[in-house]
């Protein structure tokens, strides 16, 4: 079984390269995120006729997470993350958590917030939506179900997962506080999927538009696949489809993807 998160940076504006790449690479289950398409505007009968299932979360800007199944349909269980945190802690009303049941996995699509400019409100935000994930994410474990938390977390977890990190240091991907909580979240008993197969190697999911970083390889590794224990027994293989970002018109972000016995 093969699972994939790509932030497809637009659905509509990137839906030649997104077609292409479910042609090229046929995974079994897909996480989208950064759709920028209200609800009513995903294009869910191209999808469908790309032989794929969809359920989706959808936001004019920025925001948007959809999740699609090859030959089948996604069975959602939950859109948005709980208020767990205290009394009176707001509803996660951005669109940026979909989860759904798929051939017998929990697939959970996330868009972790961006964050920028750090210190300030929207760092708060992030650093308050993490928490929230990390609650949520502790209850599918302590239900003991083959889960995956799938998307782009806007988290370079370590020095290795960044070209030239003193470059980074008060950017809000890379700020200490971050690199806790997705320390924090891994420490519940969740697997790096990638990092567990390629443990001391620079793979870079991400690539700016600006400065040649592309062809440079000045990279981030920020979209990632977290495996529960009962999946995680399960992986054969984690990669990053690398050549998408030098397509024409392609995200700035690869597909990342993994394979399961």
């Known amino acids: 079984m093969k699972i994939a998160t790509f932030n497809v940076n637009g659905v509509n504006g990137r839906l030649p390269v997104l077609l292409r790449w479910l042609e090229t690479a046929s995974p079994d ?3 989208l995120q950064e759709l920028k398409a209200q609800p009513d505007n995903f294009p869910v ?6 032989g794929y299932g969809a359920i989706w979360h959808g936001q004019k800007s920025w925001n948007g997470v959809a999740i699609l199944a090859r030959g089948a349909q996604p069975h959602e269980t939950r859109r948005g993350l709980p208020a767990v945190l205290a009394a009176g802690d707001p509803e996660d009303v951005q669109s940026r958590y979909i989860e759904a049941a798929v051939n ?3 697939v959970a699509c996330l868009y972790l917030p961006n964050g920028n400019p750090a210190p300030g409100p929207k760092f708060d935000y992030k650093l ?5 994930l990390k609650v949520h994410a502790a209850s ?5 179900l083959p889960a995956v938390l799938a998307g782009d977390f806007n988290v ?3 020095d290795l997962d960044v070209y030239k990190p003193e470059r980074w240091v008060d950017d809000a991907l890379f ?13 519940q008993g969740w697997t790096d999927a990638l990092r567990a197969l390629h443990p001391g190697e620079r793979i870079y999911t991400f690539w700016d538009y600006f400065r040649n970083a592309y062809g440079r390889d000045a990279g981030l590794r920020i979209d ?20 998408v970002r030098g397509w024409e018109k392609a995200s700035d972000h690869a597909p990342v993807w993994i394979e399961l016995a």
Do not use: N
């Not at 009968?45 to 790309?50: N, P, S, T, Y």
């Not at 696949?225 to 690398?242: F, G, I, N, T, Y």
């Open 29 to 31: 289950v897909v996480c």
């Open 45 to 50: 009968a191209a999808i469908e006729a790309a």
């Open 104 to 106: 017998g996995i929990l």
């Open 128 to 132: 308050t939506w993490f928490e929230r």
């Open 140 to 144: 599918l474990l302590a239900q003991d």
């Open 156 to 158: 370079m977890p370590t």
């Open 175 to 187: 700020r200490p506080e971050v690199r806790q909580a997705y320390a924090e979240l891994i420490a």
């Open 224 to 243: 990632h696949l977290l495996l529960s224990p009962q999946l995680a027994r399960r992986l054969k293989a984690a990669q990053v489809d690398r050549d």
